[in-house]
C-alpha cells in the first residue's frame, strides 16, 4: 500500500538546524511532484516547496526562501527539507505529499521553535 513516513522533526532553538526525510513506498516516486506542507496551530495548510520528478526545478513559499532546501533522491524514494536559520514562526506539522494527479500525504512530523 501506498505510505509516506516523515521524520525528522523535533524542537530546536530559534537560528538552528533539522533537516526533514519522507520516505515513500507503494508507488513510483520518480513520477510524482513532491511538496513540503506545514500547518501551525490554529490555521491552515501551508505549501512549504515544492520540487519536480526530477529535482530540476523547485519553489518555495516566501518565508522560507533562502532559509529551507528541498532535495529528493529518486534511488531512495526520499524526498528532503534542509531547514536552516529556523525561527519560531516555522513551528508546526510538517507534510510530505506526493502529486501526480492523485494525492499522497505522510502522516507529518512535528518540528517546534523555541527558546
Known amino acids: 500500500q501506498v505510505q509516506l513516513v516523515e521524520s525528522g522533526g523535533g524542537l530546536v532553538q530559534p537560528g538552528g538546524s533539522l533537516r526533514l526525510s519522507c520516505v515513500a513506498s507503494?508507488?513510483?516516486?520518480?513520477?510524482?511532484?513532491m511538496s513540503w506542507y506545514r500547518q501551525a496551530p490554529g490555521k491552515e495548510r501551508e505549501l512549504v516547496a515544492s520540487?519536480?520528478?526530477?529535482?530540476?526545478?523547485?519553489n518555495y513559499a516566501d518565508s522560507v526562501k533562502g532559509r529551507f532546501t528541498i532535495s529528493r533522491n529518486n534511488a531512495k524514494n526520499t524526498v528532503y527539507l534542509q531547514m536552516n536559520s529556523l525561527k519560531t514562526e516555522d513551528t508546526g506539522v510538517y507534510y510530505c505529499?506526493?502529486?501526480?494527479?492523485?494525492?499522497?500525504w505522510g502522516q507529518g512530523t512535528q518540528v517546534t521553535v523555541s527558546l
Open positions: 505529499k506526493a502529486r501526480r494527479g492523485n494525492e499522497y
Open positions: 507503494g508507488f513510483t516516486f520518480s513520477s510524482y511532484v
Open positions: 520540487i519536480s520528478i526530477t529535482g530540476g526545478s523547485t
